[in-house]
C-alpha cells in the first residue's frame, strides 16, 4: 500500500510536468475531467478484481498499477491545467442569416458577465447588429458611502433588472474564421440578436468571459479606479512604511456607476500605506478575516522586463495572487479601504485555530520585543515566528552598508530565514525531548507534537517549505510511533506524499524556488549524504592530507581573486596543480611516507563526519545548481558558513521558543525570558557575525544560468553517482549476457553512455550565439544600458543603469543587467563604455566589472584623469566646473563623486575607481586577464572595428570633440556613439541637453547623423535651463529649436526612449522629468508619424537584429504576449453600463 | 529521545550561565533587567531599542499607565 501511495504521488507530479510541457488549453479541461474521473474508476475497478479474484492476483495487480499511475498523470494534468488557464465558456450561437438574426443559447448565464463573440463562419458581405438583453445589475446598499452586510456575513445589494443593448457591431469578410470582439456591454441575458444592415449569412460562438480576477486587472497602474467587496483571508504582512494585505474579492465593480461583478476567483495584493486614515487596523494580526470595502487602482504586477529578470506577475500568480493595489488618500478625501461588519455589528474574524496561532504569535512578539535588543530581536522574530518582513532594510550591526537580510544571502545562509525543514525539524526534536523528559509515552504525545507543528506552520505564515516540513515531520511522527517504522523509510514515504498534497492545493508552486528548494534539501540529504560519506571515508592518509590541501589552496584562491577559478587560463593550472598533488600522494604512500599518519575522514567523530557529508550533499544536490538557476548566483561562503550556522541556529531557535513562551508565564516568565535571550543574543551575534563575515571575505559572484536540459543532465549524473553500485552491476549484467568478455567493455560501455548523457547540451546550447549584429536596450527605469553583440562574436557593454543606496535599494546591475548577462551566458567583453558620468549611466559600473572580464573601459574626456584620491573640489574641476555648484546640480555632483571615485561615509562601497585600482596592470591580473585600461573617446574615434562577410561593422564616436564646445553641463559632453554595420545603423546620442544636441548638429557631417534607430538623447526627458513661459512652452522650445533639426537629420524608422522610475535618480526633479518626457513622445509622434516609437518602461527590453542590410525590432512586451505572459485584450476593456 | 531530552537540559543550563553572565556584564541587560524586574517594562532600554520594530505591538499595560499619569 506504501508503496502505491509513493508511486501514486511521483507520478501526479510527472502529470504536472508533462502539463507544463505541452500546456494544454483551457478549453480541453472538461475532457481531462472526464479522462481522469474514468480512469479513477478503472482503477477502482481493478482494485475490487484483484480481491474479488485471487487467482489472476498478479495480471490483475498490473492492471491496478497501470490505472493508478495513469489516473495520478491525469489528475496531474488537469489540476494543473485548471490551475493554469481561466477557461471562458461558450454559452450559445448566433447565426445571422438571410437578414435576420437568431441567437442559439446552449446555457444560461449564470451571474452578470462580459460577452466575447467569436466568428465561426464569415460573412461574404458587411454586417451590422447588436445584442438585445437584459442586465440584473447589483448594486450595493451602502451607509455612508460603504457597502453593507447582513447578519449572515452577506454584502446586501439592491437589484434593478434593467434592458440591455449592445454597442452596434460590424463584422467584414475580411474577419477571419476565430477572429474576436469584445461586447463592450454586460449582460445577464441575451434574448435576441437585432441586425440592422446586410444580409450576408455569418456564424458567431458566444463566449462568456470568465469573472476570475485576473479578468478584472488592467495593465496601468494609473487606470480607472475600481471597487471590491472583499475578504482579507491572510495575516497581513506589516512593513516599517506599508502593509501588504491578501484580499479575496468577492465581488467588483469595474468601472464607477457600473454593476457589481462577483468575482469567481484569484486573490489581490492590496497595499496600504500609513497616510490612509484607518492604517493602525490593517498593520496588524487582527485585520486577519474582517470584511473590506477598497477603492483603488488595480493593477498587474511587473512582468519580467529583461530576460533573466524577476518575473513578479508570474510568482504572484503562482501564489494565486492575480493583480495588486496600491492604495493612496487624497488630502480630504474618504480612506480608500474600509472595514465592514455584519448587521450584528461585530467584524467577521478568521479561523479559530489561525486567530489563535496568530494571537500566540504577537504575544511572543511582545515578549521578544521586551527581551532582546533590536536587531537582533528581528533576528529572533524572523527565525522563530516567520516574521521575514521585519527585518526588511535592517542595517546589519557590523555596520558595512548592508543589509543583514543581504549578508545572509551573500554569506549562504539565507536558508535560515525562510522557515523550514530544519527549524522544523529542530522543533520536533525539543518537544520529543521535552515530553520524553515528562515521562509521557510516544503515542500519546505524537499527536499533540503535530498540533504544535501545525500551529507553527500557520504562525510562520504557511509558506511551501514549512507546510513540506510540517507534514513531513508528521509522517514521520505517525509512522515512528505507531508502525515503529526508521527515520529513513519516514522520510522516503513522506517527501513524495508532502509534495503530493501541497501541489494538490497549487500545482503552480511546482516551480517556485521555496518548494523546489526545500524538496532539493531534503532529496538531497536523504539520497546523497550515505555515497558522499562513503566516498569522503575512503579518504585516508596522504590523500586525505591532497584533499585538505587542495581544497584550501581553492578556497583561498577563491577568496581572494574569485576570478581565477573562472579564467581557463588560471584555472587549468591550478586543476594541473590539484592533478599533481593527487599523484605525489600516490609516490609518497608507495614509498611509505605518511604525512598524516593513517588518520582518515573515517576517523573523524560519526555526528561531525556525516554532517560534514551532509553539507556536501547540499551544496551539491541544490545549492550550486539550483542558486545557479534560479539566483545566477552562488554563495561560496555557504559551504563554510553553514558548518557554524547549522548547528548554531539549531540552539538559537530553541532558546527563540523557550524564551517566547516562557515570556507568557505571568510573574516571573519575563525574567526568565530575558535571562535565556541573554544568551541567546550572544548566540544571535555569533551568527550575524558569521554571516557578516561571509559576506566580507568571500565573493558571491555571478554564474552562467544553466538550461533546463543542463540541469537534467546533472542530475541523471547525481543520480548516477546515488546509484552508481546497482548501475555498475547492470552495465556488468549487460557486458557478460552479450559475451562481451573484455575487462575494459564495462568501462567502455558507462564512457557511451556518458557520451550519449552529455551529447544534448552540446547540440542545444543553452544560450546560442546569435547570428549577424545584435543590440539589447535592457529595461533599467531611468537609466541607460545596451548590450551589443557584434558580427563577429564579440561583446560591448554601453552604460551599467542607476543603483539607489538608500531605501528600496534597487541595484539595476545586480537586479536587471547582471541576470540578463548570466542568461545569456556573456561573461567576456571587449569593451565597456560609459557615455556619461551622470549615476543613471554609471552607478552600476563597478558591479559589472567586479563580474565579467573587459580589458577596455572607454568613458568621456571628462574622466580621463578618474583616481582614487580626488577630493571632491579636484573632481568637480575634472568635469569642467571653475567654481562649485550649489543646489541641486551638487547634491549631483556629490553623487556623481560618490559612484565614480569614493563614499567618504562608506569607505567601502564599490566605486568606479576603487574597481580600477584593484584590476590596474599588475602580473597577477595579467595572467588572470583582469586588467582594465581606462580609455577616452572624442569625436572621431572608431571604438570598435571588423569586417564580417565582407560587411564592415563599427562603432564610431561622434561627440565630444570639438575644442571651443565649453558648456559646463556634464551631459553635453557625453560620448555620443553610432553603431554601424553594412546599410544598418544606430545612434545612441547619449545624454545630450538641446545645447549638446544643437552642437551636434552643427558639427557632424550628415550622413553621420542619418540612422535606422535613435535612442532619443537624455531619456527624452531633458529639462530646460531657463523656463519661459511654464516647462511646457519652454520645453515645446528647446524641441522645436534643437531636438527637431537634429532628429530630422537623423530621420530614423525607430525611436527608442529608455525612461521610467525617475523618481529614485532625480528625487523632486522627477515629475518634471516625467511631464518633459510625455511631451517629448507627443513631439516625436506627432513630428515624425511613420516613425515607430518605443518605450523601455513600457515595450520593456527592445532586441534590435540586423544582418548588415536589413534589421528588425522586437520588445520583450511582445514576447511575453506571445508566451502568454501578458494578458488579453479583456484587460483594457472598458465595460459600459 | 534519551539524547534530545539530555540536549534540551544541556541547552538550558548553558543559557541560563551564559545569561546571567551577559546580564551582569552588559549595561543593555542589567538596566533591562532592573525595569522588568520593577514592573516598568516600557522603560527599559531593550524595550526602546525595539521601538520601530512592529510598532503595532505595544505594551497595553503600559499604555494604560501613561494615560493614568
Same mark, same amino acid.
Given at each position: 500500500m506504501q508503496n502505491k501511495i509513493i508511486g501514486f504521488c511521483w507520478c501526479y507530479l510527472a502529470g504536472i510536468v508533462v502539463s507544463m510541457l505541452a500546456t494544454p488549453e483551457g478549453a480541453l479541461l472538461p475532457g481531462l475531467r472526464l479522462i481522469t474521473a474514468l480512469l479513477a474508476l478503472g482503477w477502482f475497478v481493478a482494485w475490487v478484481l484483484r480481491n474479488r479474484q485471487p487467482g489472476r492476483a498478479k495480471q490483475m495487480l498490473r492492471l491496478e498499477w497501470a490505472a493508478l499511475v495513469l489516473t495520478a498523470l491525469a489528475l496531474g494534468l488537469t489540476r494543473h491545467t485548471s490551475a493554469n488557464t481561466i477557461p471562458d465558456t461558450r454559452i450559445g450561437e448566433i447565426v445571422l442569416r438571410a437578414g435576420e438574426g437568431d441567437y442559439l443559447e446552449s446555457r444560461a448565464l449564470p451571474d452578470v458577465s462580459r460577452i466575447l463573440l467569436r466568428i465561426k463562419e464569415p460573412p461574404d458581405g458587411d454586417l451590422r447588429f447588436r445584442l438585445v438583453g437584459e442586465l440584473d445589475a447589483r448594486l450595493p446598499i451602502e451607509e455612508n458611502g460603504v457597502a453593507t452586510m447582513d447578519d449572515r456575513g452577506r454584502w446586501r445589494f439592491r437589484l434593478a433588472r434593467v434592458p440591455q443593448e449592445s454597442t452596434v457591431l460590424h463584422i467584414s469578410p475580411e474577419d477571419a474564421p476565430g477572429s474576436v470582439f469584445v461586447v463592450p456591454q454586460p449582460f445577464s441575458r441575451i434574448t435576441a440578436i437585432e441586425l440592422l444592415e446586410g444580409d450576408a449569412d455569418a456564424r458567431l460562438d458566444v463566449v462568456r468571459i470568465s469573472n476570475h480576477a485576473a479578468s478584472f486587472v488592467r495593465a496601468s497602474r494609473d487606470s480607472a479606479p475600481v471597487t471590491i467587496l472583499g475578504r482579507i483571508l491572510a495575516d497581513p504582512m506589516v512593513y516599517d512604511f506599508k502593509s501588504v494585505l491578501t484580499v479575496t474579492p468577492a465581488y467588483i465593480q469595474y468601472r464607477a456607476g457600473g454593476p457589481f461583478y462577483r468575482v469567481e476567483g484569484g486573490d489581490l495584493r492590496v497595499t496600504v500605506p500609513p497616510t490612509v486614515d484607518n492604517y493602525p487596523l490593517f498593520a =496588524?494580526?487582527? &485585520?486577519?478575516g474582517i470584511d473590506v470595502q477598497i477603492r483603488g487602482s488595480l493593477f498587474r504586477a511587473g512582468s519580467q522586463a529583461n530576460p533573466g529578470g524577476f518575473d513578479q506577475h508570474r510568482f504572484m500568480a503562482n501564489h494565486n495572487l492575480h493583480g495588486q493595489m496600491s492604495l493612496f488618500q487624497p488630502r480630504g478625501e474618504p480612506a480608500p479601504i474600509h472595514a465592514v461588519a455584519p448587521a450584528d455589528g461585530e467584524l467577521r474574524r478568521g479561523h479559530p485555530l489561525v486567530q489563535f496561532s496568530l494571537g500566540l504569535r504577537d504575544r511572543m512578539l511582545l515578549v521578544f520585543k521586551q527581551v532582546l535588543p533590536f536587531p537582533h530581536s528581528s533576528f529572533i522574530g524572523a527565525v522563530t515566528l516567520g516574521l521575514r518582513y521585519g527585518l526588511h532594510g535592517v542595517e546589519s550591526p557590523f555596520g558595512e552598508d548592508r543589509t543583514i537580510a543581504d549578508e545572509f544571502r551573500a554569506a549562504g545562509v539565507?536558508?535560515?530565514? &525562510?522557515?523550514s525543514g530544519l527549524h522544523v525539524t529542530i522543533l520536533t526534536a525539543m518537544f520529543m525531548g521535552i515530553f520524553t523528559l515528562l515521562r509521557i509515552p510516544r503515542r500519546m504525545y505524537a499527536p499533540l507534537v503535530i498540533l504544535i507543528l501545525v500551529i507553527f506552520a500557520i504562525i510562520t505564515g504557511a509558506r511551501p517549505s514549512t507546510l513540506r516540513a510540517v507534514i513531513m515531520n508528521s509522517l514521520f511522527l505517525l509512522v515512528w510511533a505507531y508502525l515503529s517504522q526508521g527515520l529513513r523509510a519516514s522520510a522516503l514515504f513522506g517527501v513524495p506524499v508532502a509534495a503530493f498534497l501541497i501541489l494538490l492545493h497549487n500545482p503552480l508552486m511546482i516551480v517556485d524556488p521555496s518548494f523546489t528548494l526545500s524538496f532539493g534539501a531534503i532529496l538531497s540529504l536523504a539520497l546523497l549524504t550515505g555515497p558522499i560519506h562513503e566516498q569522503l571515508s575512503r579518504l585516508r592518509g596522504n590523500s586525505f592530507a591532497a584533499a585538505l590541501v587542495i581544497v584550501t589552496v581553492f578556497t583561498l584562491i577563491g577568496m581572494l581573486r574569485w576570478p581565477l577559478l573562472t579564467e581557463p587560463r588560471t584555472a587549468i593550472p591550478l586543476l594541473l596543480f590539484a592533478v599533481l598533488t593527487v599523484w605525489l600522494t600516490r609516490v609518497l604512500d608507495r614509498k611509505g611516507l605518511?604525512?598524516?599518519? =593513517?588518520?582518515?575522514? &573515517?576517523?573523524?567523530p560519526g555526528p561531525v563526519s556525516a554532517f560534514l557529508s551532509a553539507q556536501v550533499a547540499i551544496q551539491l544536490g541544490m545549492m550550486l545548481p539550483l542558486s545557479a538557476y534560479y539566483f545566477s548566483q552562488w554563495a561560496m561562503a555557504g559551504a563554510y558558513a553553514n558548518l557554524l550556522a547549522i548547528p548554531l541556529i539549531g540552539v538559537v531557535v530553541q532558546l527563540g521558543v523557550i524564551a517566547g513562551l516562557f515570556g507568557l508565564i505571568p510573574g516571573i516568565g519575563l525574567l526568565l525570558a530575558l535571562v535565556i535571550s541573554a544568551a541567546n543574543w550572544a548566540l544571535s551575534s555569533l551568527f550575524l557575525w558569521i554571516a557578516y563575515a561571509g559576506t566580507q571575505y568571500f565573493p558571491f559572484p555571478f554564474m552562467r544560468r544553466p538550461s533546463l536540459i543542463e540541469l537534467l543532465i546533472y542530475y541523471l549524473l547525481i543520480a548516477a553517482f546515488v546509484w552508481h553500485r546497482p548501475l555498475w552491476k547492470s552495465v556488468r549484467r549487460f557486458c557478460e549476457r552479450r559475451a562481451w568478455s573484455h575487462p575494459a567493455a564495462p568501462r567502455a560501455l558507462l564512457a557511451c553512455g556518458l557520451v550519449v548523457l552529455l551529447a544534448p547540451a552540446a547540440i542545444f546550447p543553452a544560450a546560442p550565439r546569435p547570428d549577424g549584429l545584435n543590440i539589447t536596450v535592457l529595461s533599467v527605469g531611468y537609466g541607460r544600458s545596451l548590450v551589443i553583440e557584434t558580427p563577429g562574436g564579440r561583446r560591448v557593454l554601453v552604460d551599467a543603469g542607476f543603483v539607489e543606496h538608500? =531605501?528600496?535599494?534597487?541595484?539595476e546591475a545586480q537586479r536587471s543587467i547582471l541576470p540578463f548577462l548570466a542568461f545569456r551566458h556573456l561573461r567576456d567583453f571587449e569593451a565597456v563604455i560609459l557615455t556619461s558620468p551622470h549615476p543613471e549611466e554609471s552607478g552600476g559600473l563597478p558591479y559589472i566589472l567586479n563580474e565579467i572580464k573587459v580589458p577596455r573601459l572607454i568613458v568621456p574626456p571628462d574622466l580621463e584623469g578618474l583616481r582614487l584620491d580626488l577630493s571632491v573640489p579636484a573632481f568637480a574641476r575634472l568635469l569642467g566646473y571653475e567654481t562649485m555648484p550649489r543646489g541641486v546640480p551638487r547634491e549631483r555632483l556629490q553623487r556623481m563623486y560618490e559612484d565614480l571615485v569614493r563614499n567618504p561615509e562608506v569607505p567601502q562601497r564599490p566605486s568606479l575607481a576603487r574597481t580600477l585600482a584593484l584590476r590596474r596592470d599588475t602580473w597577477i591580473n595579467r595572467w588572470g586577464r583582469q586588467t582594465i585600461r581606462l580609455e577616452t573617446a572624442e569625436a572621431g574615434d572608431i571604438l570598435l572595428e571588423e569586417v564580417v562577410r565582407g560587411r564592415p561593422f563599427r562603432i564610431r564616436a561622434l561627440h565630444p570633440g570639438d575644442a571651443h564646445f565649453e558648456e559646463e553641463r556634464v551631459a553635453n559632453r557625453s560620448l555620443v556613439l553610432r553603431i554601424e554595420y553594412g546599410d544598418f545603423s544606430m545612434l545612441i546620442p547619449g545624454d545630450l541637453h538641446y545645447e549638446g544636441q544643437r552642437h551636434l548638429l552643427a558639427y557632424t557631417e550628415p550622413e553621420l547623423l542619418r540612422a535606422d534607430i535613435a535612442l532619443v538623447p537624455h531619456h527624452g526627458a531633458a529639462l530646460p535651463v531657463r523656463r519661459r513661459g511654464g516647462l511646457r512652452n519652454s520645453v515645446m522650445t528647446e524641441l522645436r529649436d534643437a531636438t527637431a533639426p537634429l532628429l530630422h537629420a537623423v530621420d530614423p524608422a525607430v525611436f527608442i526612449v529608455d525612461f521610467g522610475f525617475p523618481r529614485a535618480v532625480l528625487g523632486h526633479d522627477s515629475r518634471d522629468a516625467e511631464g518633459v518626457q510625455a511631451i517629448t513622445e507627443q513631439f516625436i509622434e506627432d513630428r515624425f508619424p511613420h516613425a515607430e516609437l518605443l518605450h523601455t518602461g513600457r515595450d520593456l527590453a527592445i532586441f534590435i537584429r540586423s544582418d548588415g542590410e536589413t534589421f528588425t525590432v522586437e520588445t520583450q512586451a511582445e514576447r511575453l504576449r506571445a508566451h502568454g505572459g501578458d494578458e488579453d485584450a479583456v484587460t483594457d476593456m472598458e465595460i459600459g453600463f | 529521545m534519551e539524547k534530545g531530552a539530555k540536549a534540551i537540559i544541556f541547552i538550558l543550563l548553558f543559557a541560563f550561565v551564559a545569561g546571567a553572565l551577559v546580564i551582569w556584564q552588559h549595561p543593555v541587560f542589567s538596566e533591562s533587567w532592573k525595569a522588568l524586574r520593577e514592573g516598568r517594562p516600557e522603560a527599559s532600554p531593550i524595550w526602546l531599542s525595539n521601538a520601530d520594530y512592529y510598532p503595532e505591538i505595544v505594551l497595553e499595560g503600559a499604555e494604560r499607565r501613561q494615560r493614568a499619569e
Open positions: =496588524r494580526t487582527e &485585520a486577519y539565507n536558508h535560515v530565514l &525562510a522557515v605518511l604525512l598524516v599518519g =593513517r588518520f582518515g575522514f &573515517a576517523d573523524i538608500e =531605501r528600496g535599494r534597487r541595484n | -
